[in-house]
T-cell receptor
Framework: NAGVTQTPKFRILKIGQSMTLQCTQD?????MYWYRQDPGMGLKLIYY???????DKGEVPNGYNVSRSTTEDFPLRLELAAPSQTSVYFC????????????FGPGTRLLVL | EDKVVQSPLSLVVHEGDTVTLNCSYE??????LLWYKQEKKAPTFLFML????IEKKSGRLSSILDKKELSSILNITATQTGDSAIYLC?????????FGQGTRLTINP
């Protein structure tokens, strides 16, 4: 099984540019999450989704948007990139509501200059 | 606001030492506490602790949940250089998983 896949692995953006980070899972999980991890820090939740068509804000949603049109895909959109968005982005998924273990993708490293 | 705090933030020990990592939390509607190990990639799952499973052990690693004190510890005995990593504690509330800032563990040979 592929599990959770993310693309791209690494990207450099100029200030003000936009991009979409892709996340796909093949485990038929209802719950999907986007985290960012700054150097030397823990993970902060950006957005999460409990199923297709349903999304909600996490701790640090400003500057990001998400959509969940299918169970498999949960893209994260940056509209106007800022240096503060330089980070590593992890997508994760989990199954039933009380299935606690989250499966993480390999991460996308984003540098905004 | 839900909060998870880990200590120490950084720890350097010699190979063979025993270490104890701490995690305390204030989370509404506690469901479970999870420990992850993160090397230079995505976090990998270690343990999950719940009200019905407050102690877990796997090889040299063990973890205990203290629901009264709202905390957990992760013990690693006979440490090896391969144990060098960031150890993340996360607590699940009603819907979200809240992560602590992590403990960076370095094992010197």
């Amino acid at each position: 099984n592929a599990g959770v896949t993310q693309t791209p692995k690494f990207r450099i953006l100029k200030i003000g540019q936009s991009m979409t980070l892709q996340c796909t899972q093949d485990m038929n999980h209802n719950y999907m999450y986007w985290y960012r991890q700054d150097p030397g820090m823990g993970l902060k939740l950006i957005y999460y989704s409990v199923g297709a068509g349903i999304t909600d804000k996490g701790e640090v949603p400003n500057g990001y948007n998400v959509s969940r049109s299918t169970t498999e895909d949960f893209p994260l959109r940056l509209e106007l990139a800022a240096p503060s968005q330089t980070s590593v982005y992890f997508c994760a998924s989990s199954g039933q509501k009380y299935q606690e273990t989250q499966y993480f993708g390999p991460g996308t490293r984003l540098l905004v200059l | 606001e839900d909060k998870v705090v880990q200590s120490p933030l950084s720890l350097v020990v010699h190979e063979g030492d025993t270490v104890t990592l701490n995690c305390s939390y204030e989370v509404t509607n506690f469901r479970s506490l999870l420990w992850y190990k993160q090397e230079k990639k995505a976090p990998t799952f270690l343990f999950m602790l719940t009200s019905s499973g407050i102690e877990k052990k796997s090889g040299r690693l063990s973890s205990i949940l203290d629901k009264k004190e709202l905390s957990s510890i992760l013990n690693i005995t006979a440490t090896q250089t391969g144990d060098s990593a960031i150890y993340l504690c996360a607590v699940r509330g009603a819907q979200k998983l809240v992560f602590g800032q992590g403990t960076r563990l370095t094992i010197n040979p």
